[in-house]
């Protein structure tokens, strides 16, 4: 017998065993927590997965295949005009940046190979906040107030660190990478227009199948009372693009459309049910082809695949300590609206530091930030913790650490944590 | 005996690479030695930004996506 394992094994027995011994049921604080959890997780299910995430997904994936990425990066190469490479480096986010884990190689590829440490900051800190999932879930999750407020922040302070950093340390001799830089080959197949329309057409069957109503009358309940027209539409402009410029097989498109009708026309024109339809079968003209379709599908996967987990988990602890929005989860209301609550500069503060502490797994700060705006938190902190949290956490501090060592390191702690603190405050007081 | 080396910080899409790239290799029984590198730091020593890449023998072969079988083997082969 290996005891090494056994006892380890042990333990955990013991631990579980703890665990249900003391585990408070009946306790009604604990039960309506648990309630809170899969009512916010449930929520989430029939709210924000189909009609939201799923087209979020297929558009994140389409950036990373059809958008070239090597024609954003010249821009920030050694040779790019300094105010240019800012400017390219605060927004490149939108489609550098879809995955997490492709931030922090970039970010010390520009440092040290490219446009230098300002732009490189300024990459950085807005590339987690503006990439194309994040805007979308903040946007439908928050509001879209909010989610604009979150985007305009992060790339407006972004260039400010940037410029801060690069003015803070302009005397040091940057160590110069010998390699120029690898650029893969431009991969652009068609004109920009082409990618340009293809992407219109999937934001805005995006937009038009998450429309909601409007409380007067005018355009927007207009829009409303047709958006499933508006976003069939859409969908029958798409599917033929998908065979024209795509190259997919017009059979199994029309099989597809369809499909996509009788899922509306069977549950009595239920859009989640056609729009659910329609991305699976996407995904079975995509899947397995050799082609960029393909590399499509591999991407849009790889997204999902990653981060649904982490938001389903996410989303039940937000749910079990917060509960939803007018409702009370573990932690008492009253903590989160004493420490986080209206728009002092205080609580913008204390919202700052404890996002640029915490560790936000990518997107999971949209759930947690819902539970605590519903149990009081100010707009303000929670603008200043959506620009404070996911550009900085205390594993990616470690990462950024090695990079660019520890001085510059904490000046852009620091900066990140003041800029979050103050834009957080005015966006309170301005709304 | 070729080297093969896969930069990447440890994402899902680089341990695809990591995979594919040894299918290919082996299915054309070329003598490798596979090497991850998962620190940022030795990316930029490279020349790369985009991950995941590949290298062989030193030199950049893709980087930013996972080729197909097919490219992997003309890299590769």
Redesign the interface.
Known sequence: MNYKSEYKAAALLLGAFALVYFLPVGVPRFDQSITEALELTKWYAREHVVLCLLPAFWIAGAI?AFVS?TSV?RYLGPQAPKPLAYGVGSVSGTI?AV?S??V???F???Y???AGLGPATAFLYSGPAINALAIILTAKVLGIQLGLARALGAILFSVVIGLLMAWLFRNDEREK????????PDGTRRPLWQTGVFFATMVGILVFANWSAAPTEGLFATVFAIKWWLTGCLGLVFAALLARWYGLAPGRILLVIAAVAIAAVATGGNGTAAVFVGAIGLAWLTAGR?DES??WF?QTW?YT??IMPLLLGGVLVAGFLLGRPGYEGLIPSEWISQSVGGNSLGANLFAALAGALMYFATLTEIPILQGLLGNGMGSGPALALLLAGPALSLPSML?IN??IGPKKTAAYVLLVVVMATFSGWLYGALF | MKTIQILGPGCARCNRLEQAAEKAASELGIEHRMEKITDVMRFADFGVMLTPALVVDGEVKASGRVPSHEELKQMLG
């Open positions: 990373g990425q990066m550098l995955c884990c492709t922090l190689p970039l010390a590829g520009i040290r190979m490219g990478a010998v390699r120029a830089m690898a650029l893969p050799d393909g590399e591999d790889s695949r990653q990462v090695s990079v």
